[in-house]
């Protein structure tokens, strides 16, 4: 008998980018895409405790973009990336805030550390970072990823400027060295996962 084989619906995606009525929806994926971070779970294992916690450390480490429209989504709100151009950077207050009085406190000194060592692998020239990009579960595996990926480096690549980011989680390496960046370093810090610095220079 000869195997029926299923063709997969072709996934049609656009790109957009957000205006301020998309700042909660665009924020509600990357709360599900990070549901199983191991950074962010670390900190806050408890289900309460991350969904309490985790938007307002989304919003503080990668908000910026919305007033810098450079948040992007697909398609119903399948993916996000929020990217931070040179020169804008996150809101350090409050996420030193939030840090100070919502992370566990024998958890404190690590997450302080570990944001010291994300400063200092920053490249020094200007630069566009990549704090935060997901896919809601339900709807991974589909090149929502790629598609944002391709979005915004196909313009930086115009600007022959340098992208960089914090990949929290090992699984996603080889999406992002497919697309050209390299790891520069692994942040190692006590018992927190690891975090793995990786840049990408302007393809020319």
């Known amino acids: ?16 980018k957000a205006v301020a009525d998309d700042n909660a929806p665009a924020l509600n994926t990357i709360v599900l895409a990070f549901s199983a971070d ?9 289900a309460d405790e991350y969904l309490a916690y985790g938007p307002k450390f989304f919003e503080a480490f990668g908000g910026n973009a919305f007033s810098s429209k450079t948040a992007f989504y697909t398609r119903d709100f399948s993916g996000v990336a929020l990217w931070l151009p ?6 350090e207050e409050s996420l030193l805030a939030l840090i100070e009085d919502k992370a ?35 709807k991974q595996g589909s090149g929502y990823g790629s598609q944002l990926l391709q979005h915004t480096l196909d313009e930086i690549d115009r600007r022959g400027e340098i992208a960089y980011l ?17 790891i520069v370093d692994v942040i190692r810090v006590d018992g927190a996962p690891p975090l793995f610095p990786m840049i990408r220079y302007p393809n020319r």
Request: charged content about 25%; proline content about 14%; overall charge negative.
């Open 1 to 16: 008998m000869k195997k029926t084989q299923i063709k997969q619906p072709e996934v049609k995606s656009d790109v957009f």
């Open 38 to 46: 191991p950074q962010l779970r670390w900190l806050w294992p408890e």
């Open 86 to 91: 040179p020169g804008v950077h996150a809101d």
């Open 104 to 138: 566990p406190a024998s958890k404190r000194p690590i997450v302080m550390e570990v944001l010291g060592q994300m400063e200092y692998h920053q490249p020094d020239e200007p630069h566009w970072h990549l704090p935060l990009i997901g896919v809601d579960p339900a």
């Open 166 to 182: 914090e990949n929290t989680n090992p699984v996603n390496t080889p999406l992002y060295e497919r697309f050209g960046f390299e």
